[in-house]
């Protein structure tokens, strides 16, 4: 594999650290912006850690990263990291020191004294029972032998991340949420012996905190010259409209940070950006913050990363209760941005084709027979439309997470061992992007 093949200057390939900026600057026209778009997904935003370290790895230079949820707080990470020469190793911190503070109920109340509910244990055991008992009299010996390995790997994992949830239920993240019914807030919350007024139930304010010893907000401002340039999504609680958070046009805060992970359904609490401006997780608009990458920068022709939590495409269906909620949430929270990029190839097209008519007026009609203020009216508008809605997506990368077992409590799962898989699993992921993209 020649990896030298990432630093060629071809339109058709990846742009990286070693090119000459000024190129970028003498000919827009020819700009092709590196953009990585991170879904949001709870824990599961440690696989798009790894994606960034095999990206920056690679020395591919990013040009803008947006994200949502969680990939916000990734992205913001990214881009405004205090480690400007690794901010991979930055954000690896980040995902480490989170899963440090995970709390092990196995060490509290170690199995088999289980500390969840028995019945709940058994559902998770027996939904893949049935399955496995009811296709094992097709199979060989050796065949029942694989099955039943592939059963108990199943139920073990699928029983470490209920526990693992639970675990996130009860006790929080000390680095990242915390319960709103732990009696050190007893004194701070006016509302603590009033639940039945309670709009939120975790407050994940200590995610400031934390993240005080990883960005430099200084560098998330107009012409703070970040790492790249980084784009936040929300929603106006009010009115349903999306809310921007762009570090070109303003200075994003932790307030903003705030606001794109502010979960309902997680049971976060809404943030007020600005006054009268009531915010939740933008999610629940997108998940995948690609319209507003286009909308942000609409000249320059793009080469997006899109890292996908929740996988569009899978070869089976749901086998019971659990895994038929598991794939409708994969769904809610897939990536739906296929319209966007057609609109983007189709507007491109039909700019060239003005571009063309224009020129053939130009080179092959009688100008003098043809009004001139009319013609440079058209040649204005031209303008406008390409400075406008000119970008084209030139590629797209898809780097999806695999779910081998399907279960709804993973996306809150923030044990060291799951952590540390995500990681990897994003970093291979990502290579065989690239190994695919160069062969």
Not at 124 to 152: C, V
Not at 253 to 282: C, M
Request: aromatic share 10%; with cysteine.
């Amino acid at each position: 594999m020649r990896r030298k093949k990432l630093t060629e200057t071809s339109p058709s390939t990846l742009k990286t650290n070693n090119q000459n900026s000024g190129n970028q600057a003498a000919n827009d026209d020819n700009t092709i912006e590196n953009v990585l778009v991170l879904q949001g997904g709870g824990s599961l935003g440690a696989f798009g850690c790894g994606v960034f370290k095999a990206i920056a790895n690679n020395n591919i230079k990013l040009d803008i990263i947006a994200g949502t949820s969680i990939g916000g707080i990734n992205a913001a990470i990214i881009a405004g990291s205090k480690d400007k020469e690794h901010s991979e190793e930055a954000l690896e911190r980040f995902w480490l020191e989170l899963s440090e503070s995970f709390v092990d109920l196995d060490k509290i109340i170690p199995p088999p004294s289980s500390s969840i509910p028995d019945f709940v244990e058994k559902l998770l055991s027996q939904s893949s029972a049935y399955f496995y008992d009811g296709i094992a009299t097709a199979l060989s010996a050796d065949e029942k032998i694989g099955i039943s390995r592939t059963y108990h790997d199943e139920r073990d994992i699928k029983m470490r991340q209920f526990r693992s949830f639970y675990s996130s239920a009860i006790f929080g993240n000390e680095k990242m949420f915390r319960p709103r019914w732990r009696q050190e807030t007893a004194l701070s919350d006016p509302e603590f012996f009033t639940p039945q007024n309670w709009t939120y139930i975790y407050d994940h304010t200590p995610l400031v905190k934390t993240l005080e010893n990883y960005i430099n907000y200084d560098k998330l401002r107009p012409d703070g010259n970040p790492n790249s340039r980084l784009i936040l999504t929300a929603v106006n609680i009010l009115n349903a409209q999306p809310l921007t958070f762009d570090s070109s046009k303003e200075q994003i805060t932790p307030k903003h940070i705030l606001a794109t992970s502010a979960y309902p359904l997680y049971n976060f609490r809404w943030v007020e950006v600005e006054q009268g401006i009531y915010s939740w997780d933008g999610s629940l608009l997108s998940n995948t913050p690609l319209r507003e990458v286009i909308d942000a920068s609409p000249v320059n022709d793009k080469r997006i990363f899109l890292v996908e939590n929740y996988p569009k495409k899978v070869d089976l269906l749901p086998k019971n209760l659990p895994e038929v909620y598991h794939r409708a949430r994969d769904i809610m929270f897939s990536d739906k941005t296929e319209h966007s990029i057609t609109m983007s190839k189709v507007i491109t097209m039909y700019l060239k084709y003005i571009d063309e008519l224009y020129q053939l007026i130009e080179n092959h009609i009688d100008l003098s027979k043809v009004d001139q203020e009319q013609l440079k009216k058209i040649r204005r508008k031209y303008k406008k439309i390409k400075h406008e809605r000119g970008a084209e997506i030139k590629d797209i990368f898809y780097i999806t997470r695999d779910e081998t077992f399907p279960h709804m409590y993973e996306n809150a799962d923030f044990s060291p061992q799951t952590i540390k898989e995500s990681i990897k699993e994003g970093e291979m992921k990502m290579l065989e992007v690239l190994n695919r993209r160069l062969d």
